[in-house]
């Protein structure tokens, strides 16, 4: 899962009105509508869940599961018909996990962000408990679906693995994030059960030996999102100078780890990992360097934003890296599909004029 606190920084422009002087009754100087004028509509439930987001989620848990499998094997028809429900299920983790944390921070949203579909109103608490509960519970469905198309006990392992994965997105929204090491590592935590459910629930291994890809993948990716996640807690005041190494340091180590994985190592990868490896690597210095030189508070979520969005590229990496070559090309444009469509989510609404002004 995304760090649904650095998440939810991606819709606070989005969520609000702009300013602007003198109006009408019901209408909001300039003839923007007010916040508590405007009606529950799917556009606040799209940014409470930040929907497009989710498509990281589910390119993780494809990822896991197919640097498992020889790339030449054929597919059965059920074994595809459970990754497409796992990753389904993964968005609705990723959708849960939004909706939770913001019901969870509802009282300091209402400070901060007052303008967000919850805070604002145009979202109930009631509503948003319910959304995230049942999201949950279709996490659940989904992955114990996805085990019964396979058959031998598999709905076992997905339920199995549904319930970690809940468990890590209630600790973290619930409990750990008020922390930030705790916060941090339960994040990655959240991350790397997601990765490896599809895996998991497919049994895509005959034995220890064969979950190396995928633990390894499992370890880069909760790395990568740990030493992210202890940034974007500095988002709001300067960092001390461990904190901000620790980051800068961190979110580069993955990128590292794979190109060593193409040389030498328990997991070998493919050279081509090194095309999804050192965009990652450039990514995560760029933005070290940006955060030494300005500070984490002038940069804010842009630090943030850019290492999200990068994620992709370490799931393109694994996958050439084990010779998925299509699904490389796959994850690729849906990270692109994702971020067009999450632009045009988060852009601030247009203006709506009053009829009679």
Request: with cysteine.
């Amino acid at each position: 899962m995304v760090n649904p606190g650095m998440a939810s920084r991606e819709y606070s422009s989005a969520a609000g009105r702009a300013p602007a002087a003198g109006g009408a009754a019901g209408v909001a100087p300039g003839g923007y509508l007010r916040a508590e004028e405007d009606p529950i509509v799917v556009r606040d439930l799209l940014l409470l869940t930040r929907a497009p987001l989710a498509l990281s989620a589910a390119a993780n848990v494809v990822t896991g599961a197919l640097v498992l499998r020889d790339p030449a094997a054929p597919w059965r028809a059920e074994e595809a018909g459970a990754l497409a429900l796992l990753a389904l299920a993964s968005c609705c983790a990723y959708w849960a996990g939004m909706v939770l944390n913001d019901r969870f921070d509802l009282e300091r949203d209402r400070a901060l962000y007052p303008d967000r579909p919850l805070p604002a109103g145009r979202v109930s608490p009631v509503t948003a408990s319910l959304l995230g509960g049942g999201l949950l519970v279709a996490l659940l469905a989904l992955a114990t679906l996805a085990g019964a198309a396979l058959g031998q006990g598999a709905a076992a392992r997905g339920a199995l693995g549904a319930v970690a994965l809940a468990a890590c997105i209630l600790a973290y929204d619930g409990l750990l994030k008020a922390e930030r090491l705790p916060g941090a590592l339960a994040m990655g935590a959240c991350r790397a059960a997601n990765a490896l459910l599809g895996a998991f629930v497919l049994g895509a291994w005959e034995g220890p030996r064969e979950l190396g890809p995928a633990l390894l993948y499992a370890l880069l990716l909760g790395m990568y999102v740990v030493y992210l996640t202890v940034l974007s807690f500095y988002e709001d005041e300067d960092a001390p100078p461990d904190a901000v190494a620790t980051g800068c340091l961190g979110t580069t180590l993955p990128p590292a780890l794979v190109a060593l994985a193409t040389l030498a190592g328990p997991v070998r990868l493919h050279p081509l990992a090194l095309v999804g490896a050192l965009p990652l690597a450039l990514v995560a210095l760029a933005q070290g360097f940006a955060v030494i030189e300005q500070g984490t508070r002038a940069r804010g979520e842009r630090t943030t934003r850019a290492l999200l969005r990068a994620i992709y590229l370490l799931d393109v990496a694994l996958l050439l890296g084990t010779r998925h070559w299509v699904a490389a090309g796959a994850v690729a444009l849906a990270g692109l599909v994702a971020m067009a469509a999450a632009r045009l989510l988060f852009a601030p609404p247009p203006a709506r004029l009053d009829d009679a002004g």
